[in-house]
Each structure stands twice: as structure tokens, then as C-alpha cells.
């Protein structure tokens, strides 16, 4: 597999923190700090700290995404957002299908999959998260479950519509527990998603996808993770709501 085939992408994910004005604080404190990478740059944050960021982001390297899109154009569906919404305040990603969606607000493969292709006929890169819980992972299901979420997530997506699809793989029971999965359990995983896209398809699209590993990844094992050849950057939780933290992470992804 070659790296060079498809670009590193390291992402944050502010989750539910910052203000508005956090927001412009942290980004500001941000940007020279990142400035140099090589890698792509995302913030994905909460709706209302969109149109500060948009803005602390501007003349910068750093791409501004959501955390959540419906998957309707429009209509009755209180407290949603549009990816049209999204796209009019200039942004680019939006992670889907965050374990935290699928485990306190309903998420299933099917919902997963309507955002994911609502997100795309809009124009906006998707990053789809997908991963298993730690009994699943006992169970010696992990490669199983993980191309299922995959396949589901893409049905009725297009090759072209693929060159705008990112995968994030995030073992739940990695996420804001401080325990990392090993690099070789990230790449044998990531890997496992790049074969499902291969079958689905070719092997020329599967090259070219994007995988990340999200999961207490940190300034201290980022550089080891990135490094894998599978593993194509991060998806950040806790670590990118420091900017030295998200930093070095991004400037390892810069050297890996
Ligand atoms: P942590 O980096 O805080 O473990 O969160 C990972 C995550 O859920 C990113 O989407």
C-alpha cells in the first residue's frame, strides 16, 4: 500500500466544548502552531462555534467541519441542521456516525449511511466513524463488524462520491479512556477497512482512501500510530482542545 496515494488528515473533534469565543482564542493560538504541516488540518466543532471559526480560520491552513449532519434537505425536524446549512457557512467536513451518536442518540448503520450520502450530495467530505466496544473486540468479531459499519455506510455511494469519504476508526473502548489501541491494532484494523473498500470499490479507490485512527490518541503516541501504513492520520478528541497538544500530533503526521 502506498501512503503517498492518499493524503494524512489529522482532525479534531471538539465534541461538546468552547464557546464562540474559546473558539477564536483557540484557533488563533492554533494556527501558527500548525502552519507548517503537511498533513490536512480539520477542526470539527459544535454548530454555533462554526461561524468563529470559519473566521479565526480564515488565510489559514485549517479546514472548519461539523460533528453531525441530517440527513433531510429540509423541513420539519426540530433542532437538526442541513448539510446546505453547513455549506453555506463554508464547511468542508463532517464526521458522521461518532460512537458517541450511535451510543446516546439513536445512531444506527442505517442513519450512519443517509448522512453519509446527504453530506456528499452536498459537496462535503464525510468522515465516517466506525469501531467496536470492548466485548466485541473479546468476542473476536472486530474485523467482522467494523467492514459490516463500513458497508453499510457506503451503500449507494458512488466512486466519484468516495474520493470525498474519510474513515475514521475508533475503537469505543478507546475513546476518552486514555487507553490506546496498540499501532499494530490500528493498522491491522485500518487495514481491514482499506480490503472492504478494495472489494467494493477496486483496489486504485481503496489506495486512495483516507483512514484514520481516533481513540486517546495524544501528543506522546501519535507519532508511532501515524506512522503504520494503514493509518492515515488521526480523528482527536481531548487532545485537540489544547493547541500544544494538537501540534505536535499534527506535526508528527507532518514527519510520518
Ligand atoms: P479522545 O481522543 O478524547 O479519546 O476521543 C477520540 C474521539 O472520539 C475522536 O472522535
Not at 40 to 61: F, H, Q, R, T, W
Not at 124 to 136: H, K, N, R, S
Amino acid at each position: 500500500m502506498n501512503k503517498a496515494k492518499r493524503a494524512a488528515i489529522i482532525a479534531g473533534n471538539w465534541k461538546m466544548n468552547n464557546t464562540p469565543s474559546q473558539t477564536t482564542a483557540l484557533i488563533n493560538e492554533m494556527k501558527p502552531k500548525v502552519a507548517d504541516a503537511s498533513c490536512k488540518v480539520v477542526l470539527c466543532v459544535p454548530y454555533v462555534d462554526i461561524p468563529a471559526a470559519i473566521e479565526a480560520a480564515k488565510g489559514s491552513n485549517i479546514a472548519i467541519g461539523a460533528e453531525n449532519v441530517h440527513f433531510e434537505k429540509s423541513g420539519a425536524f426540530t433542532g437538526e441542521i442541513s448539510a446546505d446549512m453547513l455549506n453555506e457557512l463554508g464547511v468542508e467536513y463532517v464526521i458522521i456516525g461518532h460512537s458517541e451518536r450511535r451510543q446516546y442518540f439513536g445512531e444506527t448503520d442505517e442513519t450512519v449511511n443517509k448522512r453519509t450520502r446527504a453530506a456528499l450530495d452536498a459537496g462535503l467530505t464525510a468522515i465516517v466513524c466506525v469501531g467496536e466496544q470492548l466485548t466485541e473486540r473479546e468476542q473476536g468479531i472486530t474485523a467482522e463488524l467494523v467492514a459490516m459499519q463500513t458497508k453499510i455506510a457506503l451503500l449507494g455511494v458512488s466512486a466519484e462520491q468516495m474520493k470525498k469519504v474519510v474513515i475514521a476508526y475508533e475503537p469505543v473502548w478507546a475513546i476518552g479512556t486514555g487507553k490506546t489501541a496498540t499501532a499494530e491494532q490500528a493498522n491491522e484494523v485500518c487495514a481491514v477497512i482499506r480490503a472492504t473498500i478494495a472489494s467494493l470499490y477496486g483496489d486504485e479507490a481503496a489506495e486512495a482512501t483516507t483512514i484514520q485512527y481516533g481513540g486517546s490518541m495524544n501528543a506522546k503516541n501519535a507519532a508511532e500510530l501515524v506512522a503504520q501504513p494503514d493509518v492515515d492520520g488521526g480523528l482527536i478528541g481531548g487532545a485537540s482542545l489544547k493547541a500544544e497538544d494538537f501540534s505536535v500530533i499534527v506535526n508528527a503526521a507532518t514527519n510520518g
